[in-house]
């Protein structure tokens, strides 16, 4: 479906009333002249209150385990099969009809397909990255546990799939700016990804043959089956869990322990404002499947005495699935007032920020007749953002486009014009007059844009030469950048050893947290510089997880 220039603005302002709404109705005063019954009242959010627990008599069965992983994505799956090759009897429930897999990327250091092919990663400048990335708010050793132990379970990861006849090979990210001089656009080859598989039919493979193995091996995987409350004896132990199929009640009980691995909260509203609220200012969200991602794992966690991940937490938001021709290359960028407001060479969170921070959550990308020739010179960066983001995206996931055979750049940009999303004018004038900027601002902001081109050096913004091209030829161009949420991968205040922690910072026996639901490894924003680092994380420390709780011992 494509937007127009009315349908982006009308969508903008829609949800900045929604994000306003909330904050306004969190600052209201309580009480006061008001005296309507409703008055000084809010909602209480799903996780304030603590629901009465299901009788027993409602319980029609009871499924007895040694381990209950809730959640059949890639971070459960990992630990479900983990768990069940440690001699575990481990169950595996899901609310879905399916377990959840998407995209491909998948990052690890120092695996086999990374030596054969003469890849090495400086360790300890990838970690230090990270956590500057973080701003210094993600737990390090967690970090530190992925890169160092990531290589080994990757190699087991790589020795299933050649059981099924695929094969490993390095990603797109593998080559972008590994040896990038600043550490905010420095990327790594971490990524890997399955040769021949699809955007989603990659991680749905893997998923799949994680479960045909976890099942060989002796476990038991219920889907339909919603997980409802975790069950507590009496010193406050995670014991088990209760799940609804149907209108039906079943216990789970879990002897060694209890690993929730839910996902993210990116579709509840209120957790949402709550811990990540720059994301209400988002164009839409790319998640799928739809209802899967309701934070259920934080309400049970929180109700039985957890506690969240401290600060703020770090989303998933790109700019892919729409937006307008080159969108993402790194030509002169502008807000809604037609100022340029940072150096354009950026990564796809550092592009995505400026938008949801952004007046009215505009910005266009400019350009101009010559953008053929230029887009040749731009920097390795502009490039990888190009053939992994904007406009393409939407048909590299539904397959009928591969970043590797993109149709010619003239193709591309009468895609935008068609589709809505990419502006043409004969002026720069008449090109603001369109998409509704303020002309003489964005007259004055590419004349001095030009000056630093002839002069060679960006004073302002401090942009790479590469990328610092003249705007001066008709037609000129305006792409709309889009801001899409994926996932928000913080969650649960956990330990080094992926412990749920109560709000005394107690781990809370018998309850262990990996990937998205999982907090403390991720903080601000999601960076980069590890393509593939979302899985890769859930891979790892899911693997890591089901093994350690099956054996009765502590990730080490
Ligand atoms: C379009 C898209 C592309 C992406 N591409 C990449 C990529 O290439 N590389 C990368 O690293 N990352 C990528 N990501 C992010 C990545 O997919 C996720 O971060 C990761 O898969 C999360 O895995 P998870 O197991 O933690 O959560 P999920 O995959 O969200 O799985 C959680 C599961 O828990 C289930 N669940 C929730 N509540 C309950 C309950 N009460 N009872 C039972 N089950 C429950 C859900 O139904 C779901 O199946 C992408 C994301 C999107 C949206």
Known sequence: MSINRRDFLKGAVTMGALAGAGSLAACAPQGGADDSPTAGTTKARSWETVPDPIPENDISETVEADVVIIGAGVAGMTAFMHACEAGAKAVIIE????????????AAVNTRVQKA?????????????L??????????????????????????????????DAEFVLGMGSSATANAPDFTTRTYPTDHNLAGYGVHECMEALVGW????????????????????????????IIGVVASQGSSYVKYTASKGVILA????????DMVAEWCPLVGRVHGTAYIPPEANTGDGINMALWAGASMQPGNHGPMVHPIQGGGALCTASFLRVNANGKRFADENTTLPGITDAVMSSAKRTVWTIFDADYESQMASMSALSTYNFNTAGSLTKYFMDGSMTPDAVPPLPEIVQMGIDEGATFEGQTLEE???????????????VARYNELVD????????????????????????????????????GLNVDDQLRVLDSEERPIEGLFACGNVQGNFFAND????????SHGRCITLGALLGAAVAKGSLVQ
């Open 95 to 106: 609310k879905m009809s399916q377990p959840s897999a998407r995209g491909l990327d998948m």
């Open 117 to 129: 092919a003469g890849v090495s990663i400086d360790k300890g400048q990838l970690v230090s990255d």
């Open 131 to 164: 956590v500057k990335a973080s701003g210094y708010k993600a737990n390090g050793s967690l970090i530190k546990l992925w890169a160092d132990k990531s290589g080994e379970v990757f190699d087991r990861i790589i020795d299933l799939a050649a059981d099924h």
């Open 210 to 237: 994680m479960q045909e193995r976890a099942l060989a091996n002796g476990g038991a995987s219920y889907y339909k089956t919603r997980a409802e409350q975790l069950l507590k004896d009496g010193s406050g132990n």
């Open 262 to 269: 839910t996902g993210d909260y990116g579709g509840n509203e």
């Open 431 to 445: 090109l603001a007059t369109t998409i509704d900027v303020p002309a003489d601002a964005l007259v004055a902001t």
């Open 455 to 490: 002069l060679g050096v960006d004073e302002d913004f401090g942009k790479d030469p590469a990328c610092l091209k003249p705007i001066a030829k008709a037609p000129f161009y305006a792409s709309q950048v889009p801001a899409k949420l994926l996932v928000i991968p913080g």
């Open 526 to 533: 999601y960076p980069i510089c590890a393509p593939g680092l």
